[in-house]
């Protein structure tokens, strides 16, 4: 960090704690150079995640449309509230480390079956059929072949 008194380019940090609206860090930096003390804050750039939903319409990510598709599709199952969390914190970790600014609800609805699937295969189709619109029992019936299959495989 440069000095703001006298342009030294190696000044050095004597104090972080957080600042007072918690989404900062205050440092105490001190210049090497000419001794002078200065605050700086230290702030992380959130750049908004948008959602490509069908039709090419966007909307800002929603941690909490996540969570209710997944408690609908775990309802009355034995599937505490903590997993829950645990699910979509999994879940928002895999969008956010794909590092982009736009993901589309596909990927997203993608990811959540996924971690469905190894969580209950109720919940799992109970979703799936819900978020790939099945448009008959056929189709259903499909999926949970699929669903029983794996179970068999393991």
Same mark, same amino acid.
Do not use: W
């Given at each position: 960090?440069?000095?703001?008194? $006298?342009?030294?380019?190696?000044?050095?940090?004597?104090d972080?704690?957080?600042?007072?609206?918690?989404?900062?860090?205050?440092?105490?930096?001190? $210049?090497?150079? $000419?001794?002078?003390?200065?605050?700086?804050?230290?702030?992380?750039?959130?750049?908004?995640?948008?959602? !490509?939903?069908?039709?090419?319409?966007?909307?800002?990510?929603?941690?909490?449309?996540?969570?209710?598709?997944?408690?609908r599709?775990?309802?009355?199952?034995?599937?505490?509230?903590?997993?829950?969390?645990? !699910?979509?914190?999994?879940?928002?970790t895999?969008?956010?480390?794909?590092?982009?600014?736009?993901?589309?609800?596909?990927?997203?609805?993608?990811?959540?079956?996924?971690? !469905?699937?190894? !969580?209950?295969?109720?919940?799992?189709?109970?979703?799936?059929?819900?978020?790939?619109?099945?448009?008959?029992?056929?189709?259903?019936?499909?999926?949970?072949?699929?669903?029983?299959?794996?179970?068999?495989?393991?």
């Amino acid at each position: 960090m440069k000095c703001p008194f $006298c342009g030294h380019d190696d000044t050095r940090v004597i104090d972080s704690r957080p600042a007072e609206d918690n989404n900062s860090i205050r440092r105490r930096r001190v $210049c090497d150079e $000419c001794g002078k003390r200065f605050t700086t804050y230290e702030k992380i750039e959130t750049i908004p995640l948008m959602v !490509l939903k069908k039709g090419n319409i966007r909307e800002t990510y929603d941690r909490s449309k996540i969570e209710a598709g997944i408690v609908r599709a775990c309802h009355k199952r034995p599937i505490s509230a903590e997993q829950i969390s645990r !699910l979509v914190d999994s879940i928002e970790t895999e969008i956010f480390s794909k590092e982009d600014k736009e993901i589309p609800s596909r990927v997203i609805g993608e990811f959540v079956m996924e971690k !469905l699937k190894d !969580l209950d295969a109720v919940a799992y189709v109970r979703f799936a059929s819900v978020y790939r619109e099945f448009k008959d029992v056929d189709t259903f019936m499909d999926e949970l072949k699929k669903v029983l299959d794996k179970e068999d495989q393991k």
